[in-house]
């Protein structure tokens, strides 16, 4: 697996998401989580290396959970943390872990000064304070009820607005890598056009991963050709050459087509 | 693992979907294929039953696809089938079945077909008619590069228009169960309040799947009860009773705010 071959001096770091989801799975709701988590990791060094769409079933969270944490240097999930019968991550991460599931005094005092009295915490309220044995809190500042940390897993909520707050706290507690940065060059050319001179820029910089996504707007094919590296000058000149093959083949990439995330500006 | 459980009658067959998906994974591109196919399978009694985004790398592919082609009915594939160097499904489905992968006489006449002539299949083209020995293709009227199947692996193109016309072919193939109806409930209430008499209906209605989902809009914390069963009278009689639950708590619900789907109008 590629994972053991990840650098063992930790330029990136690796996470896998286990997004726990039925109503992802149902088609129901669009996962927009992916994308924003991946984004906020690049910026510190950290690749999303794999991503896993469970049903709400607890021998499925089990499997994925312990599967992917020995792989991956963090496991984050999110999804099932509520106070409702469909909500299992909880318990499920204890049974992974093969510690009790309890009750948390920190966490219910949490929710406690968040309802506003103990007997505003009813017994689904309370089931919100309910974590694994050892693990730690991560604090929610939306809506009260915390995430929390299982030694490299964190679990998360899965409304996107209460994940990003709870990724407030989550990025603190993470090692960084160098920055993964990237250039994005739009041109119309097809891909087996470019296929055989991307194969050899690719060849000649190993350190820069090349992609090459042919996408329809307006009803044209298109092409991006993106490169990442977390090495800014080599980065920067695999991108000189990958424009050069452009404009010898006719495609005239422009200032206007390129797109750079990650970098200084 | 559940997929165990699954009804040997086969009132429902199950999916898993692997995405091949480095711009997926560094979160460039925002997945929208795992709705729409979810969606589609639904109205055909298939359910979607896990998603896993995986990297550009031979061996993650190959471990992705040989643990879940033994769990679930069929396994969709998209992405990474084109002419560059980073498309390396075909090779690595061929590598997951230990076949040869080779050229497809049938589908290099596709491509002479789609590029004019056989001079136009240029080298990287060429390789877009390299697929696994023994698999039979999948067609593909927007692009002419074809996907393929290989026993119940169905390999089909990452972008959303060739991989939505591939699917007109791949559902002929795909045995059927009964339609997955659902009924969607907004209201305002918390999920705290919902939590207990709900689940008390989930455990009168095990054929019924019940998820309560939080939502932010306009700034309000909000809330979607999804009830989900391929058997309508009793869908519809267990939704009659969260109505009547929530307008017990004093919800309101009102028509407006309950939407169905797969049902016939």
Chains 1, 2 share one sequence.
Not at 24 to 45: K, V, Y
Request: glycine share 8%; net charge negative; charged share 20%.
């Amino acid at each position: 697996m590629e994972i053991m071959d990840l650098p063992t001096n930790k330029d990136i770091y690796s996470v896998a998401l286990v997004i726990v989801g039925n109503e992802i799975l149902s088609g129901r709701t669009q996962d927009t989580n992916t994308s924003w988590i991946a984004e906020n990791l690049n910026a510190m060094g950290i690749a999303l290396h794999q991503v896993r769409v469970v049903p709400d079933i607890e021998a499925e969270i089990v499997a994925a959970v312990n599967e992917l944490r020995g792989k991956v240097d963090y496991v984050f999930t999110t999804g099932g943390i509520g106070p409702t019968h469909d909500d299992i991550t909880s318990e499920s991460i204890a049974k992974a872990f093969g510690v009790p599931y309890e009750l948390d005094e920190v966490a219910f005092r949490i929710l406690v000064a968040h309802y506003g009295s103990e007997e505003n915490v009813t017994p689904p309220r309370k089931k919100m304070a309910m974590i694994p044995k050892g693990a730690t809190l991560i604090s929610n500042p939306v809506s009260g009820a915390p995430g929390f940390q299982m030694e490299n897993v964190f679990v998360m909520a899965g409304v996107p607005r209460i994940m990003q707050a709870m990724f407030d706290d989550v990025k603190t507690r993470l090692s960084r890598g160098k920055p993964v940065l990237s250039n994005t060059i739009a041109c119309s050319l097809q891909e087996s056009a470019v296929a055989e001179p991307l194969t050899v820029i690719q060849a000649k910089y190993p350190n820069v991963s090349i992609g090459s996504y042919p996408h329809f707007r307006g009803g044209l094919l298109g092409l991006s050709l993106v490169l990442r590296s977390s090495d800014d000058p080599v980065l920067d000149k695999a991108t000189g050459e990958v424009i050069k093959m452009i404009a010898d083949l006719g495609g005239e990439p422009n200032a206007l087509s390129i797109q750079s995330t990650g970098k200084k500006t």
